[in-house]
């Protein structure tokens, strides 16, 4: 499959990449039905090594993304390479929390269902330490399948886990009311974009949730 369908946003390649850098640093990817973006960061160096973004021209389903990604994985140089770690985050809105106490493995289907009317699906969860819940999420099988046969040992997430988990460090020995929005993508194909608004008081999460938006005022109504 040739990479016609997609194309590509921004591409920041630091000239020092290459092969040896590439053994000591770290690889965040963000996948979605909407496209990918993916970021190197060199561990021992501190600093971001390479950022890119490729959008789709039409919107596919799991198995086009996967193919997708397959093809964009075994094309790109730069990623073409061994990491130190990775970690790929699914982005979708099927996704919900339970705190820990309520939390039952064998029931993760049960909770997206009591929140999103969806049939066909494979759930997954992340537990959050600083929140004490677990994330639950729809984690496509092909998709699962498809990052494990390229990177065996890829810790996968929803990308709102390391969102929260950040953002909850970030706020646990603060006061006051704190209000973040959080852009994922520009406006695509008419159905519009999405952001996620979260907010903590006293260091303690109170509220995740996540919005579509096409104009503006969409984003001042919900805010």
């Known amino acids: 499959m040739n990479l016609e369908s997609q194309s590509q946003s921004f591409k920041l390649i630091d000239k020092a990449f290459n092969k040896e850098t590439s053994s000591g640093s770290h690889l965040s ?9 993916f970021c190197i960061f060199d561990l021992r160096q501190n600093r971001v090594i390479a950022l890119e973004e490729h959008i789709f021209q039409k919107q596919p389903n799991y198995e086009s993304l996967s193919n997708q990604f397959e093809s964009f994985l075994l094309q790109s140089p730069v ?7 990775v970690t790929i ?5 099927t996704v919900t929390m339970i705190p820990s106490a309520l ?8 909770f997206l269902q009591f929140n999103f009317s969806i049939e066909n699906f ?19 099988e092909i998709i699962i399948k498809t990052i494990n046969e390229r990177f065996n040992k890829a810790r996968i997430v929803h990308f709102s886990s390391p969102l929260i988990e950040s953002l909850s460090l970030e706020n646990k020995h603060k006061t006051g009311l704190k209000f973040y929005v959080h852009f994922f993508q520009k406006k695509n194909y008419g159905t519009g974009s999405r952001f996620e608004i979260i907010i903590f008081q006293e260091g303690k999460m109170l509220f995740f949730n996540s919005f579509n938006f096409q104009e503006k005022e969409d984003i001042i109504y919900y805010v």
């Open 79 to 85: 990623l073409n390479v061994k990491f130190k770690s």
């Open 122 to 140: 494979s759930a997954k969860s992340d537990f959050l330490q600083e929140i004490d819940a677990q994330n639950v999420y729809d984690a496509p």
């Open 89 to 93: 985050g699914i982005y979708n809105e």
């Open 103 to 110: 939390f039952d493995e064998n029931k993760k289907k049960e």
């Open 29 to 37: 990817f963000i996948l979605s039905l909407s496209g990918f973006t």
